[in-house]
């Protein structure tokens, strides 16, 4: 009968421990939990104090003339041979077109204002999305080629998107990949010449 009663005893010690382990886990879930939805709150909190509507600008010297740079920058059917995050491009007239981005997103672009070899403004015409505004884009003649300006005109609805635009990448991250992508267009065109 001890062995009985010790086989008992071991049992109720093993349930004991289970029941001490699984409320251990219970905390430190609750506490990650709690950390996360607290770390929510904060940016959604900082996110909402930010400005829907933001104004960025970036320049940069390129080594092309303003009329050979404009239909460069203009040829929206030629986006997806050098800017990389794009995977195709359907024209719906001369001046809009939708970009397929590689995750699959789809937005609608027009040109609303224009002047050949000195300036265009493109416009997401899409108003379902979280986010919206225009990209101007302005060519000046240097001696060694142009200068191109593309000021953005955004605004981003989300809170947590407007903390994570502002904070972690940064309002002008999409014009930095842009420029990114013209440079080493050009520099792929100027070695195969």
């Known amino acids: 009968m001890q062995s009985l009663f010790n086989s008992s005893s071991v049992g109720e010690e093993s349930s004991a421990l289970f029941a001490i382990r699984m409320k251990q886990w219970f905390r430190i879930l609750l506490s990650v939990f709690l950390a996360f939805s607290l770390l929510i709150?904060?940016?959604?909190?900082?996110?909402?104090?930010?400005?829907?509507?933001?104004t960025v600008s970036l320049s940069t010297e390129l080594p092309l003339?303003?009329?050979?740079?404009?239909?460069?920058?203009?040829?929206?059917?030629?986006?997806?041979?050098?800017?990389k995050n794009l995977e195709s491009v359907e024209p719906v007239s001369e001046i809009s077109w939708k970009e397929k981005d590689t995750s699959g997103d789809t937005i609608t672009y027009a040109i609303v204002k224009e002047e050949p070899n000195r300036m265009f403004e493109t416009k997401i015409m899409d108003e379902d999305l979280p986010f919206g505004g225009s990209w101007t884009f302005e060519i000046s003649e240097t001696k060694d080629g142009?200068?191109?300006?593309?000021?953005?005109?955004?605004?981003?609805?989300?809170?947590?998107f407007r903390f994570v635009a502002h904070y972690v990448m940064g309002n002008d991250s999409s014009i930095k990949t842009y420029l990114e992508y013209l440079n080493s267009a050009l520099n792929r065109e100027k070695v195969s010449k």
């Not at 709150?41 to 933001?54: E, F, I, N, R």
């Not at 740079?69 to 203009?74: A, H, Q, S, T, V």
């Open 65 to 83: 003339t303003p009329d050979k740079l404009y239909p460069k920058l203009r040829n929206f059917r030629e986006f997806p041979s050098w800017q």
């Open 41 to 54: 709150g904060v940016v959604y909190a900082v996110g909402s104090g930010l400005p829907q509507a933001h």
């Open 146 to 160: 142009s200068r191109l300006t593309i000021t953005e005109n955004g605004y981003v609805y989300s809170p947590i």
